[in-house]
């Protein structure tokens, strides 16, 4: 089995990626990732080098002008004679060259995971739909937002569309932190602590929060991510006077332990596909406070798991977080059944059980089409 990503950088696609590598059954298949050699992909390829993943190194193909390098491509795909190529899309014209490859190669069974469906422009949509319907087997699409962009703007038939929504493991989000540790990040164990995780990027609607810190003053508000708009951000909180109670942590390897420690988790994201961060922060037991989006909305429920708001709305969004400040009770309340129905609905185990289940269908559809030819 081939999964690969042409993508740019690590984020939820790329997390999703090696939650399959992680735990796909390894007496039943093995395991290839291939990636092109460029130092944004290196968080994904250390990741999946410690999962134990064979890693092999391809052209990088993203555009028509670089399309000599496909037969290079072809090869490489073809040396590994993988039953599944499981292309990964962090934007919906990514890796169209490597399901291309794929198709030309013949594998039993492709696979293309939307992550996300943004509003490219209308004239990618025919050619969009040719290679939906001529090179992909099924397109896995972790929403019913995403899904319903595959099919309205991109043209993708619905019989080559399954939602199957991401997951996450409950058990690897405590509920409760070191005192201490909270202290050390926001100087005084007493002060609202206001968290968001998430790339740096115009997408996620950071400006909107760093907005919407203008009026909460006793809180402060942590960014745990990278990205292009840090330093328009933190130029943003200067102006906004709000510097000295805004955060900016950069990566982070103990999500978890921040997640606990916060009051409560934001998403201010202009759109999403179906977000990692909202499911970890349910599945840790934190009220939400996001905008109500395609995708978002499907997990967060009004009122019960969380408060939804209008998005590119700092106002609207400062008194939700101010109201899940002011009530413990309900803060808990939410957090409690957010995490009940990521247990119910998001687990880990029901995203790969759901993914393998394509895998098969897929391969045994192939098995039946090449005994009728034969």
Known sequence: MVHYTDSNGFGGAEQVMLQLLERLDRTRWRLVLLHHGKPALARLVAGARELGAELRVVPRVSRPGELGRLPAFIRALRAERPAVFHAHLPAPLNGRYGL???????VPAVIATAHLVDDAPVRFRVGFSRWATGCVD??????EGVARRLRARLGVPDRKIQIIHNGVE???????????FRAALAGDAERPIVLTVGR??????????????????DALFVFVGEGRERSALEAQARALGVAERVRFLGHRDDVPDLLAACDVFV??????GLPLSVLEAMAAARPVVATAIEGTDEIVRHGETGLLVPPAAPSALAEAIRAVLADRALATRMGQAGRARVGREFSMSRMI??????????????????RARA
Do not use: C, M, N, W
């Not at 099924?138 to 929403?143: D, G, K, T």
């Not at 409950?170 to 201490?180: A, D, I, L, S």
């Not at 996620?204 to 203008?214: M, N, P, Q, R, S």
């Open 100 to 106: 291309l490859a794929a198709a030309i190669s013949r």
């Open 138 to 143: 099924r397109y896995i699409a972790v929403s």
């Open 170 to 180: 409950v058990g690897g989000f405590p509920r409760e932190v070191e005192p201490r």
């Open 200 to 217: 740096l990027d115009a997408q996620k609607g950071h400006g909107y929060l760093l907005a919407a810190a203008a009026d909460i003053p």
């Open 267 to 272: 998403l201010p994201s202009r759109y999403e």
């Open 353 to 370: 059980e759901e993914v393998t289940g394509v895998y098969d269908e897929l391969l045994e559809r192939s098995e039946v089409s090449r």
